[in-house]
């Protein structure tokens, strides 16, 4: 890799893992030598950028759009421009695509351009004196362009702009402020660069104060019977996810209508890309009820005028809400529009707000590239109908329920991973998630056996994700011994966990998955408990733990019958011995173990005899895996017609007649 390529790609880390200069993917960088230029592609995040990344052009070819004459129409220009930019591609076989500003960055003489729409810098070009501020800080040194609408457009204003420029000063400029976007800083090498970033910001510190506090604000317990609703509302033909976000900063912007109209107007093309172009606010909020009748007035209303369903919701003193087709579209929607909301108060300090016009706007909103920017984000969420589903899943940080966890996330669900063992669990949350992922898995320290952490679970989740689609109840302790040697402590306890704890689980989340039937009739959700093969018959020496499992069956029967009525459907799976998970295989306290211990398994001498004795039980000779629970789970899911079974997975152990 050539050493400048090191450098821009360590300079777009740099600058696109911070949100005050790169908000949700946006900015780009580029390089130039004497032959090519290398530029960040369409689609990709400067977050994570790598030399896969970028694209390589070909600048004689790419110089040619320069001096070529294009249609009027606007349509047709811009796919005749993409054409011959696809044309300069060094390696065209690599399908990628490069940014629409590729023209820009080869016309501006330097070797490395960065461009990034900083939100300081954007609160004085998104005000009404941005170019006479603009002139007042920095004076002749830079090249301020009024704002134009981008592609071919604005590379020809700015190319004549600086030519200009270079015939009066013999160079061109190291800093253009695009007004209503960003701005571009162009250098040799990428230390000069970040030395001129710092100097703009400096500057622009003297006209505006920047934010040093933004505490955030307390979630508001009656969104627990609000956002499943507004999911279901505004959820399309596959559910999405609602993200929330409230602080001190978004709190001056929603107390009335009139600080509202300060944000509800976009303000640069990502706003339009990421949050549509109009923004629905709720003024009454005393109750639930309230919210919700006050959505349900003005939505048909807002919808017959613009069109579409709102991506954005500002309810007074709740905060900022983001519907999206998953998660990390949602959180991208919540940065840009908190970013929109930073950017007015800073140009409050500037002379007051600039919007977009209508007429820019449109052309950005109808425009081809940004339809592919859109494209591209909504990408990962291309197939499946449980993609972007939120799950629960109990015990699920480590052995059955951590498997069953992993494998929901890499079916694109939402995971909430539900444990007593904190540690485990948020390391693991933390694991399955990267940065790319458009989907979460997120950790909630609960004890199945106390109603107030099951309770407090839910309302996390619903929280985080905006409802509830798919409770698995998997938490569960085991302790074996006969009636001589078991303390009522201990059966006490194996009962609250292994059958309380599934009552807990099945009662806080129906109240979630009523509210989305409430709005949703023919919508299917899926409370599953994991039993046991001892669910199913009597165990020996294992009483306490059998017994639970067999009134756990009784609970999904009964809960079955109650909760049909709202397409809630209830299962349970029975899988035989997993002999590879701790509950097993533990060396200290596995059941192998215990088992020898108390001479359930008579003769046996060591912990491979008794495991032996038990896969010859079993007719398929070996023990239950993951794979073979995942299967009989996702067949629950699927499928929209049997409910309150105790569905066997072992291996023909347990044969129901």
Known sequence: MKPEIIDLIEISKYYGGNKDYVIAGGGNTSFKDEHNIWIKASGQSLADLTEEGLVELNREKLQLISSKSYSDDPAIREEQVKSDMFLSISLPDRNKRPSVETSLHETIQYKFIVHLHPTLINGLLCSRNAKSL??????????????IDPGYTLFKKLESEILSYRNKYSHDPQIIFLENHGVFVGADTTAEIKKIYTGIIHSIEEQITPLTENEPLPYNPLLHKVLPHLRMILSGDQTGVIRFRNNQLIARFYQNQQEFHKISLPLTPDIIVYCKTRYLYIEQTATADKILESFRYQLPHFVNEYGYNPKVLVIKDMGIFAIAENYASAEACLDVYEDLIRIS???????GIKFLTPEQVSFIDQWEVENYRRKISKAENSAGKLNNKIAVVTGGAQGFGAGIAEALFNLKFNVVIADLNEETGRKFASQLTSPKSPNKAIFIKTDVSDAGSVKNLIHETVKEFGGLDLMISNAGILK????????????????????NGY??????????????NQENPDYFSDIIQIN??????????NFAYAGAKFGGIGLTQSFAMELAPFRI????????????????????????????????????KSIEEVRKFYEDQVPMKRGCKLEDVMKALLYIVDQEYETGQAIPVTGGQVMLG
């Open 134 to 147: 603009t002139q007042k800080l920095f004076g002749e040194s830079v090249l301020f362009v009024p704002y």
């Open 345 to 351: 108060y800073y140009a409050s300090f500037c002379g």
């Open 480 to 499: 074996a011994g006969g009636l001589d040697e078991m303390d009522p402590e201990v059966f006490s306890k194996t009962t609250d966990v292994n059958y």
């Open 503 to 516: 009552f807990h689980c099945a009662k806080y989340a129906s109240e979630i998955m009523k509210l989305q």
């Open 532 to 541: 046991s093969k001892s669910g199913l018959r009597g165990s020996n020496r």
């Open 569 to 604: 459907k209830v299962n349970s799976i029975c899988p035989g011995n997993f002999y590879e998970g701790p509950l097993w295989s533990d060396p200290h306290n596995g059941l192998f173990v215990q088992y020898l211990k108390t001479g359930k398994v008579p003769g046996a």
